[in-house]
């Protein structure tokens, strides 16, 4: 079992940076998946980015813009937000395949002027 907490959301501009953080508690390991996924109004949750033992991957809409990095011995994952546009503004969900998936509670970013 594993309980994943997120945090880090908020208000920015656009052109603006933010990190989120998710700690997770239970039994997790370096070969699990971790990783985020978004979900925006009126649409589809999809997935930002994952890493599982040093190997990441991006959704083409934030290749580039973001970085999915992971402390194993903290149980944490990050994802860092650069250059944020208006398109991103969603609830940010953490999410965990331990054999059983995992979701967080999700946190709102917001990018608006």
């Known amino acids: 079992q594993v309980q994943l907490v997120e945090s880090g959301g908020g208000l920015v501009q656009p052109g603006g940076f933010l990190r989120l953080s998710c700690g997770a508690s239970?039994?997790?390991?370096?070969?699990?998946?971790m990783g985020w996924y978004r979900q925006a109004p009126g649409k589809q949750r999809e997935l930002v980015a994952t890493?599982?033992?040093?190997?990441?991957n991006y959704a083409e809409s934030v290749k580039g813009r973001f970085t999915i990095s992971r402390d194993n011995a903290k149980k944490t994952v990050y994802l860092q937000m650069n250059s944020l546009k208006p398109e991103d503004t969603a609830v940010y969900y953490c999410?965990?395949?331990?054999?059983?998936?995992?979701w967080g509670q999700g946190t709102q970013v917001t990018v608006s002027s």
């Open positions: 239970g039994s997790i390991f370096s070969f699990n998946p």
């Open positions: 999410w965990a395949n331990s054999g059983r998936i995992s």
């Open positions: 890493i599982t033992l040093g190997s990441t």
